[in-house]
């Protein structure tokens, strides 16, 4: 088992880890405080190729390897999680496409999102269906040529400033998951709207929105695979894009542990550091092991996949590990700071807020014990 | 046109370093290694020569082989080929400049771009020393380059004490950059993948035939005498009373 | 062991306080290793400069006065610089850090295939040979060297050495024969534009007030001066406070701009990054003011306060002035 970074990695991790010191983390701040879409931001990500990472090579994209990819993404993870999220909710808003579309479809709406700067969504979360997905009211009905889309998603990162959605609906409710359909809807079409941005606790460099379809009609040609596949989609992009969320935990528990570290060291009281007493010492000494034990599941559900291979119960494994391991890192890294972490002068009440989102968003982690359970308990 | 950029793989600057037990050294596990920055700005300006005039940029790295991390970094960033001369010994500015007299005489660029220290051992000496050897004008700290239409001259603005002077000099000419040159891009994903198919050549030192040693000796090295602890005070008028009975500085 | 010959610098007819430095060293290491000092001085219209330099307690200072050295220009200095090596017997060639000394002292080392060894800031003298002194790694270290060289050429740091005296008994000027042709050169002097200010040198001066980041703005980076003139002492800044437009950039203090060590060294709202600290480190007295009690600069600081400082430099300036009375 060969762990180390081939050469390629290593240049991607060290310009990934620049980008989110120099250009990320001095106005991860701003962007938190204001809400504001972080456009330079964004825009150097889109010429260093990150925005695009999901996008297979030959229709334009920087085609990366998903271990390549969560290598980026525990980066940027640790410069800010906001703006992580919409980077990688836009890999997450195309990968339907990938996975689903035909080779003409991809050209149509992915090369695209190459040529310019771009962000997409995934639609699927509803007001009534999160983590039971069928839930969907959300329908789609066939009209002539054309399929008419009604329904409100609920919760959609990028949902306001995406060039392309990809949208799950139902054309049969009584059919189950066998109606579920997956759709590529780009921005502009009418009937396609944004609805109120979301007020959040964090990651608030995120846009989140409802998106509203009011009778939102494309051509046949923008179904994805055949009416029926949409669950199917939807669950295979989950599972490729899964590994993902647990880099960007990763980063950020990094990103407090390391903070929490200098802190310690430069911190005095009772005449020392304070990283010289146990209590401070075994919440740092719990912070390094769990990391490295959620990168080491983070890259092996990444690797599953680009071997080919089935990942769901690794990537569940790592999603709900390394969020819960982010989620205890930035508490406790607020603990070790003290007064002083409580304040919004210091980035770890940030790195806090981020982190509770990562064990609700993709997939919250009561569902990931749940299919983690079921996986283990078959035959039951 | 075609560009030589001089690029040495230097400790990351934000490392704290330790000396090593036999205290000529400096301890080098785990640390992580880095283009000298003010190289990076003379990669940068290549590639904007690139850019501009068409420019070729071909690196230039002396050193073990883990010097191919760096040259690959400049790969990244956009620069055409690499040269890797490879070396064991150490080599002080003096022959880094008689190795890269060789390669000059391999290459004959029309600007030799150099950062103007490396951040390792801030000798500031070797782009001086090269444009001596080969007799051609040399434009040091420069904080900004515009060549001549016809690309036989530049005009380089230099920082230097006091005031900013531009001179106007012939090339080819060994320029060095400063901090305030411009600002390093990053390399891009598609550019990382794309270094790895460029030209690189490795040619052992000796196949140059530079004859000289070096002549700067480390004897020792060691951390300077840390300062004894200060004070501090609650409030301005006890600062300035101690200024003045206590350090007599005002 | 051979002589010791000091290349001094002069700007428009005036010498550089920062070459008696060089001058100092140089008699120092003539003193425990033996040999003369002899200076040289370059450029036009500069009589003035020698027969101050004459005062220095050299044996000989040697003066190359041709219009054609009127703008320094690299090459053709160290030309002079070399061949004046050669006549006054030097096997040390010495010249303090500055942008000049930076530029020339190689080309002079090139030209005498001598070995160099920058910013020497002490040495020793052990059995006949010398040792050096000269920081690495932004100062986070101090190397002990030697040069395996017969001919030796040393760029010394302003700030290791104090300005020699120039009131001794004058010493022999020499005229040394120059012909220079600008027109031959393949560089050519365009314009020179000076950060124009009243006050002192950075580097020359011994009280340095600095500014950074947390005065965030240029607007504000005039509480700094305020405090500068009234102590008249010099304005310094970081490299974040020069990023962000506070202040031009030759009042860089740190690795990479200039290396200080005044008398008294006021680091205001400055955290003491690495790179900083470099740059000041070695100042007599150091004084703190920054709202962030876990700041760096406080291990380094002699005496420090916490708070804020928009409340405490008007008060300090209200304190001096009165203390001043």
Not at chain 1, 60 to 82: N, P, Q
Request: aromatic letters at 6%; hydrophobic letters at 45%; proline letters at 4%.
């Amino acid at each position: 088992m060969d762990f180390t970074l081939t050469e390629e990695q290593k240049a991607l991790q060290d310009t990934a880890r620049k980008f989110a010191r120099e250009v990320m983390a001095p106005v991860a701040r701003k962007h938190d405080e204001t809400g504001e879409q972080p456009v330079e931001v964004l825009e150097k990500a889109f010429e260093l190729g990150f925005l695009t990472e999901g996008i297979p090579a030959e229709y334009g994209g920087s085609g990366l390897s998903r271990l390549d990819s969560i290598i980026l993404t525990e980066e940027l993870g640790a410069g800010c999680a906001g703006m992580t999220t919409s980077m990688m909710a836009t890999t997450l808003g195309l990968t339907p496409v990938v996975i689903g579309g035909s080779d003409e479809q991809k050209k149509r709406f992915l090369t695209p999102l190459t040529e310019k700067r771009s962000l997409a969504a995934f639609c699927l979360t509803e007001p009534e269906a999160g983590s039971d997905p069928l839930g969907s009211t959300t329908t789609v009905k066939k009209v002539g040529n054309d399929y008419v889309i009604n329904g409100i998603k609920r919760f959609i990162s990028n949902g306001a400033v995406s060039e392309l959605y990809t949208v799950f609906a139902t054309v049969d409710k009584s059919k189950g998951a066998k109606g579920f359909c997956a759709l590529a809807v780009p921005k502009g079409t009418p009937g396609l709207s944004a609805g109120k941005e979301e007020d959040k606790l964090g990651h608030r460099a995120s846009n989140t929105t409802e998106v509203i379809f009011e009778d939102c009609k494309v051509s046949a040609d923008h179904m994805l695979g055949k009416e029926g596949d949409g669950f199917k989609i939807a669950m295979a992009t989950l599972d490729r894009t899964r590994p993902a969320v647990a880099a960007l935990a990763v980063g950020l528990a990094r990103a407090a542990m390391e903070a929490a570290i200098e802190y310690s060291k430069l911190r005095k009281q009772f005449g020392m550091p304070i990283g010289m007493f146990q209590a401070i010492q075994f919440m740092i000494a719990d912070m390094g092991m769990q990391i490295e034990a959620a990168r080491l599941l983070t890259c092996l559900s990444a690797w599953l996949i680009d071997q080919g291979l089935k990942n769901s119960l690794q990537s569940s494994y790592a999603k709900c590990f390394a969020s819960d391991v982010a989620m205890k890192a930035t508490t406790d890294a607020v603990q070790i700071f003290g007064g002083y972490g409580y304040t919004k002068e210091y980035p770890v009440e940030k790195y806090m807020r981020d982190a509770k989102l990562l064990q609700i968003y993709e997939g919250t982690n009561e569902i990931q014990r749940v299919v983690i359970a079921r996986e283990l308990l078959k035959g039951i | 046109m075609k560009v030589l950029v001089t690029v040495k793989r230097v400790p990351d600057p934000e490392a704290k370093l330790k000396v090593d037990p036999e205290g000529k050294g400096i301890v080098t596990q785990g640390l992580k290694f880095v283009v000298n920055p003010f190289d990076e700005i003379a990669i940068e300006e290549g590639l904007k020569m690139k850019e501009k005039h068409k420019a070729e940029v071909v690196l230039v790295s002396i050193g073990k082989k883990d010097s191919t991390e760096q040259l690959r970094t400049g790969l990244a960033m956009g620069a055409d080929r690499a040269i890797l001369v490879l070396t064991d010994d150490g080599a002080d500015s003096e022959v880094v400049a008689r190795i890269l007299t060789k390669v000059y005489e391999m290459e004959k660029p029309d600007i030799v771009l150099m950062g103007k220290q490396a951040v390792d051992d801030d000798m500031n000496q070797a782009g001086q020393l090269l444009a001596e050897y080969l007799g051609i004008p040399q434009a040091t700290f420069a904080s900004k380059v515009e060549l001549s239409a016809d690309l036989k001259s530049a005009k380089v603005t230099r920082e230097i004490d006091g005031g900013m002077e531009t001179l106007e000099i012939q090339l080819p000419a060994v320029i060095t950059a400063d901090l305030r040159l411009n600002t390093p891009r990053y390399a891009s994903l598609p550019g990382i993948m794309k270094a790895k198919t460029k030209p690189f050549k490795e040619i052992p030192a000796a196949e140059l035939g530079v004859q000289v040693k070096p002549k700067v000796k480390i004897l020792k090295l060691e951390e300077p005498p840390k300062r004894k602890g200060g004070i501090k005070v609650e409030t301005v008028q006890e600062l300035v009373l101690k200024l003045k009975n206590e350090a007599k500085v005002l | 062991m051979g002589n010791i010959l000091v290349i001094a610098e002069q700007s428009k007819g005036s010498l550089k306080k920062a070459s008696l430095s060089a001058v100092t060293f140089a008699k120092s290491l003539a003193g425990k290793a033996g040999g003369e000092v002899h200076i040289l001085v370059m450029g036009s219209g500069i009589d003035s400069v020698a027969k101050e330099l004459a005062g220095c307690g050299a044996k000989k200072v040697w003066v190359a006065d041709d219009p054609g050295l009127k703008d320094y220009l690299a090459p053709a200095c160290a030309q002079v610089a070399a061949q004046v090596a050669k006549d006054c017997g030097a096997s040390v060639v010495a010249a303090t850090v500055t942008a000049m000394g930076k530029d020339l002292l190689p080309r002079v080392a090139a030209k005498l295939g001598a070995g160099m060894l920058s910013d020497i800031i002490d040495f020793v003298v052990e059995g006949g040979n010398i040792i050096f002194k000269r920081p690495v790694y932004a100062g986070s270290i101090v190397a002990h060297v030697s040069l395996e060289s017969d001919l030796k050429v040393v760029s010394v740091r302003g700030t290791a050495f104090e300005a020699a005296k120039k009131d001794g008994a004058p010493a022999e000027i020499s005229k040394v024969s120059v012909s220079v042709d600008p027109s031959q050169s393949k560089m050519k002097f365009v314009n020179f534009e000076e950060y124009k200010s009243v006050r002192p040198e950075l580097t020359e001066a011994s009280i340095v007030v600095s500014g950074g980041r947390g005065l965030k703005s240029a607007e504000n980076f005039k509480i700094i001066e305020g405090l500068a003139d009234l102590l008249g002492g010099a304005v310094g800044a970081t490299r974040a406070a020069v990023d962000s437009g506070f202040c031009p950039n030759d009042l860089q203090v740190g690795q990479t701009g200039k290396v200080v060590a005044p008398t008294l060294y006021f680091a205001i709202a400055i955290s003491g990054a690495i790179q900083h600290l470099a740059g000041m480190k070695d100042s007599k007295v150091i004084v703190a003011i920054n709202k962030d009690p876990e700041a760096p600069i406080f291990q380094v600081a002699d005496y420090g306060i916490v708070g804020d400082l928009f409340k405490a430099v008007p008060e300090l300036v209200e304190e001096i002035k009165k203390a001043k009375a």
